[in-house]
């Protein structure tokens, strides 16, 4: 499961040549998975949690890494960590986002569409958001989801439960999190 923010840091990872290192040691694996799932705790963990992360940094492009997401994502200007922190919410995955695009396409029937006619199916597609909102607050409609994504959200959801009950740290959510999601282990 990739969360927007999760393409951001691999795209990162990939960009200051982590990703080497990420396939072969699994240290730096751990490590850049934790940084990765910061945004499946709750807010007001994620500053010190990432600023005790960031002191392990060993490597240069680990601190690099680590500048770009402080810079950016944590004390950066464009999102506060609550905006972007997904704490007890329903993630929704890359899947998600291309249906929607696989359905627009389908809508189409073409590719390279004039800014007019991408402009009316545009518009098409948002005057029927009002009665697909009605209709799953009603329970009329529901979200098709994959099982193993279905299963890794009632994970995530029994991990946060734990951390809300108190049986579990933030710390060691972080954790259990970073083996759920995140890009794939070698």
């Given at each position: ?8 840091y691999l795209s990162q990872i990939q ?45 240069e492009p680990l601190c690099q890494l ?19 922190s997904i704490f007890n919410e329903a ?96």
């Amino acid at each position: 499961m990739c969360l927007p923010l999760d393409a951001v840091y691999l795209s990162q990872i990939q960009e200051l040549g982590i990703a080497p290192a990420y396939t072969s040691d699994d240290a730096t694996q751990k490590y850049c998975k934790q940084l990765v799932a910061l945004p499946y705790l709750p807010s007001e963990h994620i500053t010190p949690i990432f600023d005790r992360l960031s002191n392990k940094a060993q490597t240069e492009p680990l601190c690099q890494l680590v500048h770009y997401i402080d810079d950016r994502w944590i004390r950066g200007t464009l999102w506060s960590v609550e905006k972007w922190s997904i704490f007890n919410e329903a993630v929704h995955m890359n899947n998600d986002v291309e249906g929607w695009h696989g359905l627009l396409n389908r809508h189409a029937k073409k590719g390279n569409l004039s800014f007019y006619v991408m402009t009316a199916l545009l518009y098409e597609q948002s005057r029927l958001t009002d009665l697909q909102v009605r209709l799953i607050s009603d329970a009329k409609l529901q979200r098709r989801q994959r099982r193993k994504y279905r299963q890794l959200q009632g994970q995530l959801f029994t991990q946060w439960q734990k951390y809300v009950d108190g049986l579990i740290s933030a710390r060691q959510l972080l954790r259990k999190c970073s083996h759920l999601t995140g890009p794939a282990s070698h």
